[in-house]
C-alpha cells in the first residue's frame, strides 16, 4: 500500500536521515523487487512496484528538500540508471542523497547505450558519475558504458554503485577493471565517496570534530608514534583481519 509505505517512511526519516532510509528501506524493498521479478511477481506487481515508489520518491522530495545549493548551478554530480527500472528508482534515491548532503546532483533514466544517448546525459560540467545497477552480473554492461563514457568525456570520474555486487566486486580496484574510479554498494559510501573525491567534507549526519586545546601536543604525539609509517599499514591489516575472524564478522577497524 503505498500510502502506509510513505507514513513509514516518514516515520523513519523523523529518527535519522535521508540517506540511512534509503540504505535500509529503499535498496532492500528495490532487492526484493528484483529476486522476485522472474520468480513471483506478475506484471501487476512489477507496474505497482515502480508507480508506488516513484509516488514514494516524490514525497521524499517534498518532504526533504535539497540542502542550500547555488541556484541554477550546473550539477556537478549525476546520477544515471544502469538498465531497468529498479536502476532509476536507486539513481532517483542516491540523487536525493547527494543533494541532501550539499551536491549539486541530477539523475538521468537508464537507455540504450547508443551514441544519441551517451550525447544526451549532458554531462560537460559533472566531475561525477555514478551508474546504478541491480544487476548480481553487471561486468559486461558496465565496462561497456564506462567505455562510452571515458570516450566523451575522459575527465570524468565515474563510480558504479552495484547494489547487489558479489563480494569479488567490493574488492579493491574492482572498479578499474571495468572503467571506473570506485565501486560503492550503498548510499551512505556514494555519499562519502562523492564528497572524497570533490575534495570536500562530509554532509549530512556529520559533525565537526572539536579541536581540543592541545590539539598541538596531540599532532606531535601521533607523528612520534609511528602509526603514520607507511610501513605500519601491513601491521595494522593483520590486526584488522585477525580481530575480524575472531569474531566472525565481515570487517574490522583499528584505531
Not at 560503492?184 to 565517496?193: G, H, I, P
Request: glycine share 6%; proline share 5%.
Amino acid at each position: 500500500d503505498v500510502d502506509e509505505a510513505i507514513e513509514l517512511v516518514t516515520d523513519r526519516v523523523e529518527e535519522g536521515n535521508v540517506t540511512t532510509c534509503y540504505d535500509e528501506i529503499g535498496l532492500p524493498v528495490l532487492r526484493m523487487a528484483t529476486t522476485d521479478h522472474t520468480s513471483v511477481a506478475t506484471a501487476a506487481h512489477r507496474h505497482r512496484v515502480v508507480i508506488g515508489m516513484d509516488a514514494l520518491l516524490d514525497e521524499m522530495h517534498e518532504q526533504h528538500p535539497p540542502a542550500d545549493a547555488d541556484a541554477g548551478s550546473r550539477p556537478s554530480v549525476v546520477c544515471i540508471g544502469g538498465k531497468w527500472e529498479v536502476d532509476n528508482l536507486a539513481a532517483r534515491m542516491l540523487t536525493h542523497a547527494m543533494t541532501r548532503a550539499g551536491q549539486v546532483a541530477a539523475y538521468r533514466p537508464a537507455g540504450a547505450v547508443t551514441a544519441d544517448y551517451v550525447d544526451g546525459l549532458d554531462l560537460d560540467d559533472a566531475d561525477i558519475v555514478f551508474i546504478s545497477y541491480f544487476t548480481s552480473e553487471p561486468e559486461m554492461q558496465a565496462r561497456h558504458f564506462c567505455r562510452r563514457l571515458r570516450r566523451r568525456w575522459p575527465d570524468a570520474k565515474i563510480v558504479l554503485a552495484l547494489w547487489n555486487a558479489a563480494p569479488q566486486m567490493q574488492q579493491e580496484g574492482a572498479g578499474e577493471s571495468l572503467g571506473a574510479t570506485a565501486v560503492v554498494t550503498s548510499m551512505a559510501e556514494a555519499v562519502l565517496q562523492a564528497a572524497d573525491l570533490a575534495g570536500n567534507a562530509a554532509g549530512e549526519g556529520f559533525l565537526e570534530a572539536p579541536t581540543p586545546a592541545d590539539d598541538r601536543a596531540r599532532v606531535a604525539a601521533l607523528h612520534s608514534s609511528g602509526a603514520l609509517d607507511p610501513r605500519a599499514r601491513s601491521l595494522f591489516d593483520v590486526a584488522a583481519k585477525r580481530a575480524a575472524d575472531i569474531f566472525d564478522v565481515p570487517m574490522a577497524l583499528v584505531s
